[in-house]
């Protein structure tokens, strides 16, 4: 995991947040959570090599831009959970709790 990903989402409110995306994507889709991490991890720095920005980077981007970028990062994820969990139903309900994880993650307090 490249280092802004691992300074990203070890941040004390944002840690929680992807703790309960990585919990709660795992138990909806019955797969575990250590491969729910590797996705996720893969995802964001799949996104990172892609764009050629890091993620820390959109704290300071306008919100549309953001929005845009996140959708981006769910992309990511999608193809990489989509070779594990099979129900689409469950797929597509994995990518909206990591959705929400993300707009929080993104929240400036």
Request: hydrophobic share 35%; charged share 35%.
């Amino acid at each position: 995991m490249g280092n802004e990903i691992t300074r990203f989402v070890s941040h004390e409110y944002r840690s929680d947040s992807f703790e309960k995306m990585i919990q709660e994507i795992s138990a909806k889709a019955r797969i575990s959570p250590e491969l729910v991490r590797k996705c996720s991890e893969s995802a964001l720095t799949e996104w990172e090599n892609k764009g050629g920005k890091d993620v820390l980077t959109l704290f300071t981007a306008r919100p549309d831009y953001r929005s845009i970028e996140i959708d981006k990062m769910l992309d990511k994820l999608r193809d990489k959970l989509r070779p594990i969990i099979f129900s689409r139903k469950k797929l597509d309900r994995s990518i909206e709790i990591a959705s929400k994880a993300l707009e929080t993650m993104y929240k400036i307090f």
